[in-house]
């Protein structure tokens, strides 16, 4: 499946509506461009719709729904897709730490397909040869012609077929898009503990969208807390029971022995080094697996509304 072409097309049809989504388009010197969702520009919710989409390969639908969080109002995040593999591990998984010089950002997107370096995409087969492509950047800084040269040399295109699209983490577009991973972080969990991925077949998921944070750091914190404790999956899976009963208790978030304070607390107890955090917290609270072959349900996890409440609100 042509993944940076589904993309590139959803990112078509935001271009045209660009002045109702609030969203920059910028070329950049040298071949290339970028549409900026919440650096200058303002952003917004559709936006930030629109970018989870995109990054999801156009694979999934995306949808805001109500919900609450401790007895206040709080919007949801709600992910739906019959191609979760190659939506969610083939293209929205942030796997790709973008450095060059002093640009950082962690990149995500179908993009990836086309660089292609991280094992999973020779082990499922998910690797392609796109002619041009398109990524998700989370950070607060432009890309840069060095960058955009750096993307197009290691995917294989010119620099003129590369399209970014990049939202600092505190701002509407840029936390709905990282809340918005819900699916993924359990596809990815899933993987991690080597269970055979490809037999989910269906998913959906939903997290709390929590309020945008005043600096992109305590945006990390109240986002992975979004997924960590306050975020629901239901996977569709095939196969047997007995596999999903033994891992079923190490997929959800609470297996984690950091599990249980906001993650701004664990992450300035490890000075702010990701690698050092547990990475088994990085998970849904809640994983239920409905067996299609078998029609069983497997519920694993439970949600931590007091966690969200501090995290949050500051309760």
Same mark, same amino acid.
């Given at each position: 499946?042509?993944?940076?072409?589904?993309?590139?097309?959803?990112?078509?049809?935001?271009?045209?509506?660009?002045?109702?989504?609030?969203?920059?388009?910028? *070329?950049?010197?040298?071949?290339?461009?970028?549409?900026?969702?919440?650096?200058?520009?303002?952003?917004?919710?559709?936006?930030?719709?629109?970018?989870?989409?995109?990054?999801?390969?156009?694979?999934?639908?995306?949808?805001?729904?109500p919900g609450?969080?401790?007895?206040?109002?709080?919007?949801?995040?709600?992910?739906?897709?019959?191609?979760?593999?190659?939506?969610?591990?083939?293209?929205q998984y942030?796997?790709?730490?973008?450095?060059?010089?002093?640009?950082?950002?962690?990149?995500?997107?179908?993009?990836?397909?086309?660089?292609?370096?991280?094992?999973?995409?020779?082990?499922?087969?998910?690797?392609?040869?796109?002619?041009?492509?398109?990524?998700?950047?989370?950070?607060?800084?432009?890309?840069?012609?060095?960058?955009?040269?750096?993307?197009?040399?290691?995917?294989?295109?010119?620099?003129?077929?590369?399209?970014?699209?990049?939202?600092?983490?505190?701002?509407?577009?840029?936390?709905?898009?990282?809340?918005?991973?819900?699916?993924?972080?359990?596809?990815?969990?899933?993987?991690?503990? !080597?269970?055979?991925? !490809?037999?989910? *077949?269906?998913?959906?998921?939903?997290?709390?969208?929590?309020?945008?944070?005043?600096?992109?750091?305590?945006?990390?914190?109240?986002?992975?807390?979004?997924?960590?404790?306050?975020?629901?999956?239901?996977?569709?899976?095939?196969?047997?029971?007995?596999?999903?009963?033994?891992?079923?208790?190490?997929?959800?978030?609470?297996?984690? !022995?950091?599990?249980?304070?906001?993650?701004?607390?664990?992450?300035?107890?490890?000075?702010?080094?990701?690698?050092?955090?547990?990475?088994?917290?990085?998970?849904?609270?809640?994983?239920?697996?409905?067996?299609?072959?078998?029609?069983?349900?497997?519920?694993?996890?439970?949600?931590?509304?007091?966690?969200?409440a501090r995290?949050?609100?500051?309760?």
């Open positions: 499946m042509d993944l940076n072409g589904r993309a590139l097309r959803r990112v078509e049809a935001l271009r045209a509506v660009l002045d109702e989504r609030r969203v920059f388009e910028r *070329v950049i010197e040298g071949g290339g461009r970028y549409f900026d969702c919440g650096i200058e520009a303002r952003g917004g919710l559709v936006a930030g719709l629109d970018l989870a989409r995109i990054c999801l390969a156009d694979l999934a639908d995306v949808s805001i729904v609450e969080v401790a007895g206040r109002p709080c919007p949801v995040v709600q992910v739906t897709t019959d191609h979760p593999l190659l939506a969610c591990l083939g293209s942030a796997g790709w730490a973008i450095s060059e010089g002093k640009f950082f950002a962690m990149g995500s997107g179908p993009m990836r397909a086309a660089y292609a370096h991280e094992p999973l995409f020779a082990e499922f087969g998910l690797g392609e040869r796109p002619e041009a492509v398109v990524g998700v950047l989370e950070g607060r800084k432009p890309p840069t012609p060095a960058v955009v040269a750096r993307v197009a040399e290691t995917c294989g295109v010119a620099p003129e077929a590369v399209t970014l699209l990049v939202a600092p983490t505190a701002s509407l577009a840029g936390t709905l898009q990282v809340v918005a991973r819900s699916v993924e972080t359990a596809l990815h969990k899933l993987h991690e503990l !080597r269970f055979d991925v !490809r037999r989910v *077949v269906s998913a959906h998921g939903v997290a709390p969208l929590p309020p945008v944070a005043a600096d992109d750091l305590a945006a990390i914190g109240r986002t992975n807390d979004a997924i960590l404790y306050g975020a629901r999956v239901v996977l569709y899976v095939t196969g047997d029971d007995a596999s999903i009963e033994e891992i079923g208790p190490k997929v959800p978030s609470a297996a984690s !022995r950091d599990h249980g304070e906001p993650f701004a607390a664990i992450f300035a107890r490890y000075n702010h080094d990701f690698y050092a955090v547990d990475p088994h917290l990085f998970s849904p609270a809640e994983v239920a697996f409905q067996n299609l072959d078998t029609g069983r349900v497997h519920a694993f996890g439970k949600l931590a509304p007091e966690v969200l995290s949050f609100h500051g309760a």
